[in-house]
């Protein structure tokens, strides 16, 4: 079996028994299970949306400053700019998430 499968297969036993549980957890604490569910979700993709975004920013301006190391001033400062408003957008998923589920 390759990595690849195994956390396949990993990944969905964990989605499957982690909703259950979620669900089960209802009546102890007093609120919506979908909407706790919903908010995981939220914040979970948010965060692999953005970690994504960051390698995909930092990786582009590396390349371009390795092709061109005079230019590494004049990519340095967009990229930070970049990856700041990228974690700024998860930031807002995570704000959300738990105003969804009124803490």
């Known amino acids: ?15 499957t028994f982690g909703a259950q549980a979620a669900m089960a957890a209802e009546g102890a604490a007093g609120g919506d299970a979908y909407a706790s569910l919903s908010a995981a979700l939220a914040i979970g993709i948010a965060a692999f ?19 061109n190391p005079a230019a590494s001033g004049k990519v340095f400062v967009p990229m930070i700019i ?12 995570f704000v959300i998430a738990f105003v969804k589920i009124k803490i």
């Open 82 to 93: 970049g990856l700041a408003l990228i974690e700024s957008l998860v930031l807002y998923a």
């Open 49 to 67: 949306g953005g970690a994504i975004a960051q390698g995909k920013t930092a990786a582009a301006a590396l390349e371009g400053i390795a092709r």
């Open 1 to 15: 079996m390759t990595i690849r499968k195994a956390i396949l297969i990993m990944t969905g036993l964990m989605l």
